[in-house]
C-alpha cells in the first residue's frame, strides 16, 4: 500500500499563512483568500476559522467541506509542474485546486475569472 503524500498530514493552519503572505505580496487581501477557500470548499467564514484553530489538516479538512464547488472542475492548469486536471487521488487534486486559485489571485486575475462565475 503506497503511503501517504505528506501534505495530507500537514495542517492547513500552518500553509494557510502561506497563501495569504503569496496574495499580499501581489497586493491582494487575507479577505480575497479567505473567499476562494470558502469558494472552493463550502465553509463559511466562521466555519473556516473553526478549521484553522484546531489545526486540521489537509485530509481532514478536504473530508469535512461542507459542499465542494462542482465548478472547480473548471480549474485548468500547472502547479508545481503538475496539470491540476490530470491529478488522480482525489484530496491531492483538490489540495491542487486551491493552489491554482491562490496562484491566480497573486497573478492579479479578476475575482469574478478566478471564482469561475
Not at 489537509?58 to 461542507?66: D, G, K, V, Y
Not at 484530496?91 to 469561475?116: F, N
Request: glycine content about 4%.
Amino acid at each position: 500500500m503506497p503511503t501517504k503524500h505528506r501534505i495530507f498530514t500537514t495542517s492547513f493552519a500552518s500553509v494557510y499563512p502561506l497563501y495569504v503572505a503569496k496574495a499580499e505580496k501581489k497586493g491582494r487581501k487575507k479577505s480575497e483568500v479567505d473567499a476562494v477557500i470558502c469558494w472552493l470548499t463550502g465553509y463559511s467564514q466562521h466555519e473556516l476559522k473553526a478549521q484553522l484553530k484546531k489545526q486540521t489538516d489537509f485530509e481532514t479538512f478536504f473530508q469535512e467541506a461542507p459542499q465542494l464547488n462542482p465548478a472547480r472542475t473548471l480549474i485548468k492548469g500547472v502547479v508545481c509542474g503538475v496539470r491540476v486536471e490530470d491529478v488522480k487521488e482525489p484530496t491531492m487534486r483538490e489540495i491542487r485546486y486551491l493552489d491554482k486559485l491562490v496562484d491566480e489571485l497573486a497573478k492579479g486575475k479578476a475575482m469574478e475569472k478566478i471564482l469561475r462565475a
